[in-house]
């Protein structure tokens, strides 16, 4: 019986065809992309809420688990809706920004600016009548005389 022929390369394709299925541990590539984190409205929210005093209050046993399975959440959930309801109400389900909060609004932070830059020019000024101080001084010393200049001009 023959012996099958090399063919140079061959290997290295099923190799790179393997490898490409495997990640670089070894383990095989998941092809499912991940979750998006789910948003509450607070309408549905409010729903939610409903449905639990509802399923709490039918006293049927194992009605509360049962929905929250059936709606995907967990009961944490729950808690912090209630506590958020009860401190502010409706308005309280609202979804918040995400993130540190801003220290300052925009009136602050143009507060903020026009007092950086009212600083920046009192310094400014100062060095300036520190100049004209010196100018003065020359002239004295040298016995130049200064121009003289109307006040109602500047």
């Known amino acids: 019986m023959p012996k099958p022929s090399h063919v140079p390369g061959r290997e290295k394709r099923a190799e790179t065809s393997e490898r490409k299925q495997r990640g670089v541990s070894g383990a095989a590539l998941e092809s499912a992309a991940p979750k998006k984190r789910r948003r509450f409205v607070a309408s549905e929210k409010l729903r939610l809420l409903k449905a639990a005093e509802a399923a709490v209050a039918s006293g049927e046993r194992g009605a509360l688990e049962a929905m929250l399975r059936a709606e995907g959440i967990y009961s ?42 009212y600083a920046k020019l009192e310094k400014k000024l100062l060095i300036a009548n520190a100049i004209i101080d010196l100018q003065k001084k020359a002239h004295e010393i040298l016995g130049i005389a200064l121009p003289e200049y109307d006040e109602e001009n500047l």
Do not use: V, Y
């Open 76 to 117: 944490s959930h729950l808690h912090s809706w209630r506590q958020q309801f009860g401190a502010q109400g409706p308005a309280g389900l609202t979804p918040k920004k995400p993130g540190r909060k801003p220290k300052f609004d925009a009136k602050d932070r143009e507060l903020l600016a026009l007092n950086k830059r």
